[in-house]
């Protein structure tokens, strides 16, 4: 039934989607990340980043630039037509060189790449130097038949300095312990546990079809019956036609081996069914009865879940471990676009807001944080960032223009009110006058 594929999806779709919200210091900063995340489609990057990496147990994503030319003074680059790249890269072509039970602070990335028909494997090796900054080594090497020999690159730069201690790389993997292989820098897949659970969901769903295969009508007939007929030289029965069969020579129906009934008991199967899955929906993260097959459709829940949920739990538990993970990937492709690049964005008090939509109704959040600013319980920068995701100093910046704008109305009402008095005093002598 694919539930490994099936798992690795959900959870990429809990995770992230278009409501999720990547925001910046100051709105020009905003500005131009959005302009950077429509170029680089950088939610569909991320997206398929958590769903590879729960799936696999790991990936990376790498940043890099192309299209800078070096000027003739060999000391100045020209970055004016630079862009900047994201690729994700499989567990098995990461090769971490340096790591802690925190982080990975070095590593080297492999790739395979095809030009005019001739294969080449692409070797990319991110170190620190002694001024801390991370230097990037590419090599080009040809397979031929599996043996590889490094060639020269004509437009890669083989040595390239980042000029900061700025990862230009960053690792996906579910915040999960991995029991399998310790002291391994690489986290396991969502379903690492759960093998036999999925063997067993298989086993029901292929009991279903074999029972179907089993219970269909069968037409027994006798032996002379599938000779040529003399007439039209032809067989009377198509011998493809797997619903009729031959008896031995001399025997009758009566002699065949009888089943108990010819009922389908699909209905008894796909109740199995549906306990696999409601058990490898638990292992997994999902909870009780995330999954359901109804004899035709594989269906998933999608009311709103409570905040006691062991979906609620897992989901804010992998959010810790992938908010770093997004965070070191667009803070790179920002430093990338910004330094080499035509792109001003300033990461600083950068906020990534996942998405609780599929937890909590919103209207209600925004409801009973309203009552909580009303109470005095919280700030309305504090509401401002709960509700829209904003940063602290971008929420104080919007209630300033909005208080100022107040007051300006204020102002206007004001004035004409005190208007509006002057002449109605002037008009009130006036009259008073002709008395």
């Avoid at 539930?3 to 990429?12: L, N, R, T, V």
């Avoid at 060189?97 to 294969?119: H, M």
């Avoid at 769903?205 to 007929?229: H, P, S, T, V």
Wanted: glycine share 6%; proline share 1%; charged share 25%.
């Amino acid at each position: 039934m694919n539930m490994a594929k099936q798992i690795s999806e959900d959870w990429s779709d809990i995770l992230w989607s278009e409501k999720c919200k990547i925001s910046m210091t100051n709105d020009n900063s905003q500005d131009q990340f959005d302009d950077l995340t429509n170029k680089l489609d950088l939610y569909t990057v991320i997206n398929q980043a958590l769903e590879k990496s729960g799936a696999l147990g790991t990936v990376a994503t790498v940043t890099s630039v192309y299209d800078i030319i070096q000027n003739e003074d060999a000391m100045t680059l020209d970055v004016s037509e630079a862009k900047t790249r994201v690729d994700i890269v499989d567990f098995d072509w990461i090769f971490p060189l340096t790591w802690n039970n925190k982080e990975v602070t070095e590593c080297a990335f492999g790739s395979v790449e095809y030009i005019k028909g001739q294969k080449y494997v692409v070797l990319s090796v991110h170190k620190l130097n002694d001024q801390g900054n991370y230097v990037i080594y590419n090599h080009l090497f040809r397979d031929n038949n599996q043996t590889l020999t490094e060639v020269e690159m004509d437009d890669t730069a083989k040595e390239f300095d980042t000029m900061s201690n700025v990862k230009w790389f960053s690792i996906f993997k579910p915040l999960l312990t991995n029991n399998l292989f310790s002291n391994s820098p690489f986290g396991i897949p969502h379903f690492a546990n759960a093998i036999d659970n999925l063997k067993a969901v298989d086993l029901c769903f292929d009991a279903i079809k074999n029972e179907i295969n089993d219970g269909r009508k069968r037409i027994f007939a006798r032996a002379d019956m599938f000779n040529y007929d003399d007439g039209k030289q032809k067989l009377v029965f198509d011998p493809n036609d797997t619903s009729i069969y031959q008896l031995p020579n001399g025997a009758s129906k009566d002699d065949l081996i009888q089943s108990d009934s010819d009922t389908l008991r699909t209905d008894s199967q796909i109740g199995a069914l549906n306990t696999e899955l409601n058990l490898l929906g638990n292992q997994v993260g999902f909870g009780e009865n995330h999954y359901h097959f109804d004899g035709t459709n594989l269906s998933t829940a999608t009311a709103v879940i409570s905040s006691n949920s062991k979906l609620f739990r897992r989901k804010k538990k992998l959010e810790i471990g992938y908010e770093s993970s997004i965070y070191d990937l667009v803070n790179a492709i920002c430093y990338a676009s910004s330094k080499f690049g035509q792109y001003n964005i300033d990461t600083a008090d950068m906020v990534i807001q996942f998405d609780d939509s599929i937890i909590e109704d919103k209207e209600a959040e925004s409801a009973r944080a309203k009552g909580e600013v009303t109470l005095g319980l919280i700030s309305k920068v504090e509401y401002r960032m709960r509700i829209f995701g904003e940063t602290e100093e971008i929420a104080k910046q919007k209630i300033a223009d909005i208080q100022e704008e107040t007051l300006d109305i204020q102002d206007m009402l004001g004035l004409n009110e005190e208007e509006e008095n002057q002449d109605n005093q002037q008009n009130d002598n006036k009259n008073g006058g002709e008395q």
